[in-house]
């Protein structure tokens, strides 16, 4: 069976505890349903469309036999079963989080262009070094660009790399 969403609408500016968002629950290619969370911190409600009600059965039931999440915490394993609710959760929340860093590497990948940029590979910060004024790096002379990069080593951690592809380094 093939779980998927679509149409997912997420609203961060009204989520309090929880992530707002609606969207439409779609088995085996097919829309039977819709799920929503109104980001107040309460459950994840779904339902069925008109008609649908014994396919959203078959898609409880499916979800039911998907593997377990186990989770780390104060050196506890904890298990949670699988759930037409907590896989919702689960795919809305991959969603957000490759948006949410597909709008960081585009802001990135646009400081580049007048920065030198750097941080730990994988991490979830960076820095950023240039000039007073936004020239784009591609312009600069050759020692320029060298000065700039000298600067930015010598301030770098021993784990950090400069991410810009646009300069030589």
């Not at 409880?60 to 896989?87: C, H, M, N, Q, R």
Request: one cysteine or more; aromatic letters at 10%.
């Amino acid at each position: 069976m093939k779980l998927e969403l679509k149409n997912v609408k997420i609203n961060e500016t009204f989520s309090e505890e929880t992530l707002m968002f609606m969207a439409d629950l779609v088995v085996n290619g097919k829309k039977v349903g819709y799920a929503n969370n109104d980001g107040r911190g309460g459950c994840t409600f779904y339902n069925a469309y008109e008609g649908q009600r014994e396919v959203l059965k078959q898609a409880e039931a499916f979800a039911l036999t998907l593997p377990s999440v186990i989770t780390e915490f104060g050196g506890k394993d904890y298990e949670f079963k699988s759930s037409l609710e907590s896989w919702i959760d689960d795919a809305v929340h991959k969603i957000h989080n490759a948006k949410a860093q597909a709008k960081a590497d585009k802001k990135m990948q646009k400081l580049m262009e007048t920065q030198v940029v750097w941080g730990v590979p994988n991490g979830n910060t960076y820095k950023h070094m240039g000039f007073k004024y936004s020239i784009k790096l591609d312009v600069l002379s050759p020692q320029s660009i060298k000065s700039l990069v000298d600067a930015v080593k010598s301030r770098m951690l021993p784990n950090e790399e400069i991410f810009n592809k646009n300069i030589p380094i």
